[in-house]
């Protein structure tokens, strides 16, 4: 598993991550305080306080470059 912080201060942010990280076949985690949520649901992710950064647990070692790469806009 890998611990990435990111950004999602806007809708479009929201909905561009969603769209982005669906492509992959792996499990994501968003961790905000005590709540941890599924980081394909965009409904969760719109309970968070998207003002702070939040961790997004990664849990796949086969794809990590590519997700990685994908990540980047949301640094």
């Given at each position: 598993?890998?611990?990435?912080?990111?950004?999602?201060?806007?809708?479009?942010?929201?909905?561009?991550?969603?769209?982005?990280?669906?492509?992959?076949?792996?499990?994501?985690?968003?961790?905000?305080?005590?709540?941890?949520i599924d980081a394909k649901s965009i409904m969760g992710i719109f309970s968070l306080d998207l003002s702070k950064p939040i961790d997004l647990n990664i849990h796949d070692e086969n794809e990590i470059e590519a997700i990685m790469t994908v990540l980047e806009k949301y640094k």
């Open positions: 598993m890998k611990t990435v912080t990111i950004n999602l201060g806007s809708i479009d942010k929201v909905k561009s991550f969603v769209n982005d990280i669906t492509k992959f076949d792996s499990d994501f985690d968003l961790v905000s305080g005590r709540y941890v």
